[in-house]
């Protein structure tokens, strides 16, 4: 044999090697990657953002409180606000937003094929998401964590008392993964009924398909306000995981992932320095502070340095709110839902939300 054939053959066989290689490292089909994104990764989202002139956020439409399709056809909610604050961010004008409403399984494969420019969605950041599923996640806006819906006359308290029981569960979630994992890690046998959609998940429930019915407690609260009758279920005390969710951006362009991560900072740092919607004006006009001017624009190029106008974060307080005004707006004490901030305060106050500082 020549050479030149040894060679070629050599090739070929390293060739197959690889290819069976990758074939053998698909991820799991409830998750799956693209396999060719639209968008070039070398496009700047921002510049794209900013030529089409408004932003595409990939949002949810079943979850009131989060991420909600309103009967007049505008989308509402803690998620959606987040979208619109970054719309302020780059347009100074919150509504410069399309919102496409995406499934727990659609959300990834929509991400990665650049047909949404975020996804704000209540997606938990996981490891796996954020290394195969080729995401990057900005700073938790919610942290929460999966809980059980049973019916208040079931007779069921703990997670051993669903022994033999059948459980609703959407498809494509952490929820599924985290339900299997501690049922087998306690030897509880159960059957998953297992849908697409939080609709068909909550009526499969409702119809007495299901024994229980399980996601984020934050998504239990929220679909409970769409029930016939709340007052006849429960969400047991249990907390089955950690779910940390927040808006996620394609691996790959590290300026739009600055822009979404320095937007959530904005509305911390806002209520971290008691800066709201309502006293923005009056903060920015007598300014003292270095760090108040920084963040409202009046001095250190701050938004220059994101690729926005130096009045980015005082558009996102006076147009959208900070943190607190965001929370309130949707899940506060003036909501039917009237979620505690436990976890979610601000750092000032015990919480885990803490900013970076803006300088
Ligand atoms: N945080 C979890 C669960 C998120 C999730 O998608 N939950 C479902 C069940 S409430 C949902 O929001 N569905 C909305 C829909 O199907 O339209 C995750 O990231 O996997």
Not at 70 to 93: E, P, Y
Not at 297 to 309: I, P, T, V
Request: aromatic content about 8%; proline content about 4%.
């Amino acid at each position: 044999m020549s050479r030149k054939l040894i060679v070629l053959f050599a090739v070929l066989i390293v060739s197959v090697l690889v290819i069976s290689a990758c074939a053998s490292a698909a991820p799991a089909p409830a998750e799956q990657k693209a396999s060719e994104p639209a968008q070039s990764t070398t496009q700047s989202t921002l510049d794209v953002v900013k030529a089409r002139g408004k932003l595409i956020c990939g949002s949810n439409q079943a979850v009131p409180g989060f991420g909600f399709l309103q009967t007049d056809g505008s989308f509402a909610g803690f998620d959606i606000d987040f979208c619109k604050a970054l719309s302020a961010a780059i347009f100074g004008d919150p509504s410069k937003v399309e919102y496409r409403p995406l499934s727990a399984k659609q959300r990834f494969t929509a991400l990665q094929a650049g047909e949404i420019d975020v996804l704000i969605r209540n997606t938990t950041w996981t490891l796996t998401r954020d290394t195969e599923l080729g995401a990057n996640f900005a700073p938790t806006t919610f942290y929460d964590g999966q809980g059980i819906t049973v019916r208040r006359d079931s007779g069921v308290n703990t997670l051993e008392d669903l022994a033999g029981a059948s459980i609703c569960v959407a498809s494509g979630t952490t929820t599924e993964l985290n339900l299997a994992d501690q049922m087998a890690s306690r030897g509880i046998a159960y059957t998953p009924v297992v849908f697409e959609t939080a609709d068909e998940t909550t009526s499969a429930y409702l119809d007495g398909r299901c024994d229980a019915y399980t996601t984020d407690k934050s998504g239990l609260v929220a679909r409970m306000s769409l029930f016939p009758n709340p007052q006849d279920h429960k969400i047991l005390e249990e907390t089955l995981s950690k779910e940390p969710l927040g808006p996620v951006v394609r691996q790959g362009d590290d300026q739009w992932f600055d822009v979404v991560k320095w937007t959530v900072f904005a509305t911390f740092t806002g209520e971290e320095m008691g800066i709201t919607s309502q006293n923005v004006d009056d903060a920015k006009a007598n300014a003292k502070d270095p760090n108040v001017r920084k963040l409202l624009g009046l001095e250190g190029d701050m938004g220059q340095k994101l690729g926005l106008s130096n009045d980015w974060a005082y558009n996102i307080i006076k147009m959208v709110g900070n943190y607190a005004e965001i929370y309130n707006r949707n899940l506060g004490p003036d909501t039917v839902f009237n979620l505690a901030r436990g976890l979610n305060a601000s750092w000032v106050d015990g919480g885990l939300l803490y900013a970076p500082p803006i300088r």
